[in-house]
């Protein structure tokens, strides 16, 4: 089974550039997280979605990031204009729908886009 | 609110020892607990989940809700545990991960 894809793994820009980072889930895992893990941290939970629709991003910093999941299927994740405390890794992951993992649910990442704004 | 708490940045043993890896949890609901791993340049795995009640490569971790903790235990630490550990937390109730700040294990030769 394939697991999480994500692209780029590695990106420098200077900041208040833009930057767009890609993400393609288990196929068939209905909900996608962007979690931002900075250095030292442990990942943090930015915006998750159920299908296309968006279930939380109350973390997610409005002004600078935006992510969409068009088709529910893959998604992209933006930050315009970029800060130095952006730099971080952020992971994309993917789970089941809650109701169809009875049994426990689980969450599986990609190995993430590592972002350095200097 | 869902918090998850691991107390030690950094653990340093010598191979052959004993490990255990602390984890508190507050969540006032039925929890679901997990261990996730790095190892370097890799990406974060499931180690092992308490609802399994499984041992993974010698780990086990029992779920204790009086004391709201989910430590991780192996008997005899190898050189090739070395990594980042991550205690997290789900809920029946939700559909969101909330994760530790992660614990570094050093296994020394």
């Known amino acids: 089974e394939a697991g999480v894809a994500q692209s780029p793994r590695y990106k420098i820009i200077e900041k208040r550039q833009s930057v767009a980072f890609w993400c393609n889930p288990i196929s068939g895992h209905a909900t996608l997280y962007w979690y931002q893990q900075i250095l030292g941290q442990g990942p943090k939970l930015l915006i998750q979605f159920q299908n296309n629709g968006v279930v939380d991003d109350s973390q997610l910093p409005k002004d600078r990031f935006s992510a969409e999941r068009l088709k529910g299927v893959d998604s992209t994740l933006k930050i315009q204009p970029a800060k130095l405390e952006d730099s971080a890794v952020y992971l994309c992951a993917s789970s089941l729908e809650r109701w169809t993992a009875p049994s426990g649910n689980t969450i599986y990442f990609g190995e993430g886009s590592w972002l350095t704004v200097v | 609110a869902q918090r998850v708490t691991q107390p030690e940045k950094l653990l340093s043993v010598f191979k052959g020892a004993p490990v255990e890896l602390k984890c508190n949890y507050s969540?006032?609901?039925?929890?679901?607990l997990f261990w996730y791993v790095q190892y370097s340049r890799q990406r974060l795995q499931l180690l092992l989940r308490h609802i399994s009640r499984e041992s993974i490569k010698g780990f086990t971790a029992d779920l204790n809700k009086g004391e709201t903790s989910f430590h991780l235990k192996k008997p005899f630490a190898q050189e090739e545990d070395s990594a980042m550990y991550y205690c997290a937390l789900s809920g029946r109730s939700f559909n969101k991960f909330y994760f530790g700040s992660g614990t570094k294990l050093n296994v020394k030769p």
């Open positions: 969540y006032s609901g039925s929890p679901e």
